[in-house]
C-alpha cells in the first residue's frame, strides 16, 4: 500500500506561481510512476502531467505545457508540481496519483491522494 499526501495548494492571484508536494508513505516511491490530476469545479477530474519512476520521461496535458514542470525526489519520496502563470481556469483541487511501472494518462492509477485546492483569482 501507498499512502499520498498532498500540500502546497492555495491562494494565488492571476500570473503567480504555486509548487504542490505530493509526499508519500508506506512504500518507496522508486517502483512507482507518479502523475497529477486535477478536478476543477463542477467538472471531472483530468491529467496534468506524470513521470516515470527516475524521472527519465514526463508527459503534460496541452494546457499546462510551458507552465508546469513536474520533478521527483526519490530518496525524499515525494513528487512536485511546480506552477508558474497561473491562471484562473486553474483553479481545481490536485490529486497526486501512483502505479506501478508505466505512466498513463487516464485516471487507471490505484493509489490516490486526498486532493489539495489551487485557487487563481482574477
Known amino acids: 500500500q501507498v499512502q499520498l499526501v498532498e500540500s502546497g495548494g492555495g491562494l494565488v492571484q492571476d500570473g503567480g506561481s504555486l509548487r504542490l508536494s505530493c509526499a508519500a508513505s508506506?512504500?518507496?516511491?522508486?517502483?512507482?510512476?507518479m502523475a497529477w490530476f486535477r478536478q476543477p469545479p463542477g467538472k471531472e477530474r483530468v491529467f496534468v502531467s506524470a513521470?516515470?519512476?527516475?524521472?527519465?520521461?514526463?508527459r503534460y496535458a496541452d494546457s499546462v505545457k510551458g507552465r508546469i514542470t513536474i520533478s521527483r525526489d526519490n530518496a525524499k519520496n515525494t513528487v512536485y508540481l511546480q506552477m508558474a502563470n497561473l491562471k484562473p481556469e486553474d483553479t481545481a483541487v490536485y490529486y497526486c496519483?501512483?502505479?506501478?511501472?508505466?505512466?498513463?494518462?487516464?485516471?487507471?492509477?490505484?493509489?490516490w491522494g486526498q486532493g489539495t485546492q489551487v485557487t487563481v483569482s482574477s
Open positions: 496519483a501512483a502505479r506501478a511501472f508505466i505512466i498513463v494518462e487516464s485516471g487507471d492509477y490505484p493509489y
Open positions: 508506506g512504500r518507496t516511491l522508486r517502483q512507482y510512476a
Open positions: 513521470i516515470t519512476w527516475n524521472g527519465g520521461i514526463t
